[in-house]
T-cell receptor
Framework: LAKTTQPISMDSYEGQEVNITCSHNNIATNDYITWYQQFPSQGPRFIIQGYKTKVTNEVASLFIPADRKSSTLSLPRVSLSDTAVYYCLVGDVRDDKIIFGKGTRFHILP | ETGVTQSPTHLIKTRGQQVTLRCSSQSGHNTVSWYQQALGQGPQFIFQYYREEENGRGNFPPRFSGLQFPNYSSELNVNALELDDSALYLC??????????????FGSGTRLTVV
């Protein structure tokens, strides 16, 4: 399982676009990049997954450069409801388990 | 389609006691994984169950044990509780097909406090 590094915390004003970058230098060929969101006292929730280039859904966009050694989760026009911990995970869908790092704590500035 | 449900939602136990936490997996899923999440930390993998057998284990002592039932629901048992066992315990179900795992879905967890 590839190790990931992401900022411990980030903050922003409401309405801004927020980009959270994750480094995964030893990503393997079969690995996908997955982001989860966790609100306080709830379980993590799948946000988005990608292999290369760009993936977009109704919640976020995921940008993956050609070398795949990093990825950026982009949250458009954040609001208070986006206050959460965001986890970047790298692994093969054939993996028996998913492993979490410490995540990035995101909050809105007053 | 029902999601993952865990019970109880909150629990207070005394050091040295035993506890059983329960998890009902999402409809259509056949694999259950358990995680421990201490305050301010990411979830730590405890173990996974597939076809009623343990299928992978994290760095947790044997006093953490589990079961999976024919309907794919699961239990996590912790014996000889310690103060450090206080945490949010999360259950996740997924569908294992041909060696791949899909659709990890987490429950809201059980908040265990050991006093």
């Amino acid at each position: 399982l590839a190790k990931t590094t992401q900022p411990i915390s980030m903050d922003s004003y409401e309405g801004q676009e927020v980009n959270i970058t994750c480094s995964h230098n030893n990503i393997a060929t079969n690995d996908y990049i997955t982001w989860y969101q966790q609100f306080p006292s709830q379980g993590p929730r799948f946000i988005i997954q990608g292999y290369k280039t760009k993936v977009t859904n109704e919640v976020a966009s995921l940008f993956i450069p050609a070398d795949r050694k990093s990825s950026t989760l982009s949250l458009p026009r954040v609001s208070l409801s986006d206050t959460a911990v965001y986890y970047c995970l790298v692994g093969d869908v054939r993996d028996d388990k998913i492993i979490f790092g410490k995540g990035t704590r995101f909050h809105i500035l007053p | 389609e029902t999601g993952v449900t865990q019970s109880p939602t909150h629990l207070i136990k005394t050091r040295g006691q035993q506890v059983t936490l329960r998890c009902s997996s999402q409809s259509g899923h056949n694999t259950v994984s358990w995680y421990q999440q201490a305050l301010g930390q990411g979830p730590q993998f405890i173990f996974q169950y597939y076809r009623e057998e343990e299928n992978g284990r994290g760095n947790f002592p044997p006093r953490f044990s589990g079961l999976q039932f024919p309907n794919y629901s699961s239990e996590l048992n912790v014996n000889a509780l310690e103060l450090d066992d206080s945490a949010l315990y999360l259950c996740a179900s997924s569908l294992a097909v041909s060696g791949a795992n899909y659709g990890y879905t987490f429950g809201s967890g059980t908040r265990l406090t050991v006093v």
